[in-house]
């Protein structure tokens, strides 16, 4: 296939670009910012660019869109809502226009977000309600509407908590090692929010079958199990082997200051189409958390300095 990617250089991007570039596709790939992604080729995108969007699209006239570009960050979105709904809802409509008028099938990348964690029984389903509490979250369910209303066939598919990225990687797991690194024996960690992680690699891996099936409309797509961020941290300084670190558990409250959007108490979800459809790849998240690290070079995880102590 002739595939499009936006938000290559993102820490999913690097995982789904290889993939789709390793899997014999022709593959063109772009971002706000171009990064190296394993020495592949990378061009400038600023999807909130309408004519910019238009242009590449129609010129490359790709069989895939793959539409990975967002503004992910929390308090960025909830200090700045124009900034968010602009890249995530309307550049998304950009994208989505344009991916139509070429007959292209639209994968968009959503996330748990769009639910309000008030569910009291099992994880979140596709055919449960969204119900978003922060402007992350509704920029991101409003760009699923957008992609529902405008395209003819489309993946909406929402992943959870993420794991990968090595350098790119500036969520949780890349906190947790940072303070590792740094020398920390105690780490502080929420147990009051739960979700379910979602590896990178697998995820890139189970897309790549995904798009080739006919099997259009929305997916969850994470990992096995749920946790909350105590039991993740604790996981990470587990497999690492530093017994001389002690993860304490807090409530949200200590970090309120520092991340003040609002968050929903569980972003637990299944894969309930893709085990319906037989499709289900994605590993438990404990084993897909100890393969990133065990990937990582030794600098990343604290092991270096372990040794030289």
Same mark, same amino acid.
């Given at each position: 296939?002739?595939?499009?990617?936006?938000?290559?250089?993102?820490?999913?991007?690097?995982?789904?670009?290889?993939?789709?570039?390793?899997?014999?596709?022709?593959?063109?790939?772009?971002?706000?910012?171009?990064?190296?992604?394993?020495?592949?080729?990378?061009?400038?995108?600023?999807?909130?660019?309408?004519?910019?969007?238009?242009?590449?699209?129609?010129?490359?006239?790709?069989?895939?869109?793959?539409?990975?570009?967002? @503004? !992910?960050?929390?308090? &960025?979105?909830?200090?700045?809502?124009?900034?968010?709904?602009?890249?995530?809802?309307?550049?998304?409509?950009?994208?989505?226009?344009?991916?139509?008028?070429?007959?292209?099938?639209?994968?968009?990348? *959503?996330?748990?977000?769009?639910?309000?964690?008030?569910?009291?029984?099992?994880?979140?389903? @596709?055919?449960?309600?969204?119900?978003?509490?922060?402007?992350?979250?509704?920029?991101?369910?409003?760009?699923?509407?957008?992609?529902?209303? !405008?395209?003819?066939?489309?993946? &909406?598919?929402?992943?959870?908590?993420?794991?990968?990225?090595?350098?790119?990687?500036?969520?949780?797991?890349?906190? &947790?090692?940072?303070?590792?690194?740094?020398?920390?024996?105690?780490?502080?960690?929420?147990?009051?929010?739960?979700?379910?992680?979602?590896?990178?690699?697998?995820?890139?891996?189970?897309?790549?079958?995904?798009?080739?099936?006919?099997?259009?409309?929305?997916?969850?797509? &994470?990992?096995?199990?749920?946790?909350?961020?105590?039991?993740?941290?604790? $996981?990470?300084?587990?497999?690492?082997?530093?017994?001389?670190? $002690?993860?304490?558990?807090?409530?949200?409250?200590?970090?309120?200051?520092?991340?003040?959007?609002?968050?929903?108490?569980? $972003?637990?979800?299944?894969?309930?189409?893709?085990?319906?459809?037989?499709?289900?790849?994605?590993?438990?998240?404990? @084993?897909?958390?100890?393969?990133?690290?065990? *990937?990582?070079?030794?600098?990343?995880?604290?092991?270096?300095?372990?040794?030289?102590?």
């Amino acid at each position: 296939m002739r595939v499009f990617i936006t938000g290559s250089a993102g820490m999913l991007g690097s995982s789904v670009y290889p993939a789709f570039h390793g899997a014999g596709h022709e593959v063109v790939a772009t971002d706000l910012t171009p990064r190296d992604v394993a020495g592949l080729p990378m061009g400038n995108l600023d999807v909130r660019d309408y004519r910019a969007v238009t242009g590449e699209i129609l010129s490359r006239r790709p069989d895939l869109v793959l539409h990975l570009a967002a @503004e !992910t960050d929390l308090e &960025v979105s909830e200090s700045n809502p124009d900034h968010a709904y602009a890249t995530n809802t309307v550049g998304t409509h950009n994208v989505a226009l344009a991916a139509e008028a070429v007959g292209a099938t639209l994968v968009y990348i *959503s996330t748990a977000g769009i639910f309000d964690g008030t569910k009291t029984s099992g994880p979140y389903t @596709e055919f449960d309600q969204p119900n978003p509490i922060n402007v992350y979250g509704d920029s991101k369910f409003q760009g699923e509407r957008v992609v529902e209303q !405008t395209m003819s066939k489309y993946f &909406v598919v929402r992943a959870g908590w993420m794991i990968g990225g090595h350098e790119r990687d500036h969520k949780f797991v890349a906190k &947790v090692l940072g303070q590792i690194r740094s020398g920390a024996t105690t780490i502080r960690a929420v147990d009051d929010k739960l979700g379910t992680p979602t590896y990178t690699v697998d995820f890139a891996a189970n897309l790549l079958e995904l798009v080739q099936t006919p099997f259009h409309g929305l997916y969850h797509m &994470v990992c096995g199990g749920d946790g909350s961020r105590l039991d993740v941290a604790r $996981e990470i300084v587990a497999h690492l082997g530093r017994a001389n670190v $002690e993860v304490v558990p807090v409530t949200s409250e200590h970090f309120a200051a520092e991340y003040f959007a609002p968050r929903p108490r569980s $972003e637990i979800m299944r894969n309930y189409q893709l085990d319906l459809r037989g499709l289900n790849r994605m590993r438990p998240w404990r @084993e897909a958390l100890a393969a990133y690290l065990d *990937s990582l070079d030794p600098a990343l995880t604290g092991r270096d300095a372990e040794r030289s102590a």
